[in-house]
């Protein structure tokens, strides 16, 4: 079983940065990609970013230039970085843990809980 904890939402001004954390804990795993998603009230959740464990990272078109995503890899956590925040960012945000889990070798997706990020105008 694997369990993923974020952290680092809250309220901030239009124009601010926040800075979230995705720690994945557990026991005999290991972890492909990690990911980042939102959904922003009322709406479907969508793709934010994704970093894999070779430190590939694909941004979706709503955070490139503004958002960024760093890992470490020793302590299974995964930090989005994201500035110049905007109104409509606002959403509950969540991370998404692609792993292989021993001794199976079977491959599986854990989300986090979900944290809520809100970006007054």
């Known amino acids: 079983q694997v369990q993923l904890v974020e952290s680092g939402g809250g309220l901030v001004q239009a124009g601010g940065s926040l800075r979230l954390s995705c720690a994945a804990s557990?026991?005999?795993?290991?972890?492909?990609?990690m990911g980042w998603y939102r959904q922003p009230p009322g709406k479907q959740r969508e793709l934010v970013a994704t970093i894999t464990n070779r430190g590939n990272i694909n941004y979706a078109d709503s955070g490139k230039g503004r958002f960024t995503v760093s890992r470490d890899n020793a302590k299974n956590t995964v930090y989005p970085q994201m500035n110049s925040l905007k109104p409509e960012d606002t959403a509950v945000y969540y991370c998404?843990?692609?792993?292989?889990?021993?001794?199976?070798?079977?491959?599986?997706?854990?989300w986090g809980q979900g944290t809520q990020v809100t970006v007054s105008s």
């Open positions: 998404k843990a692609n792993v292989i889990v021993a001794p199976t070798a079977l491959i599986y997706d854990y």
């Open positions: 557990g026991s005999a795993f290991s972890i492909n990609a």
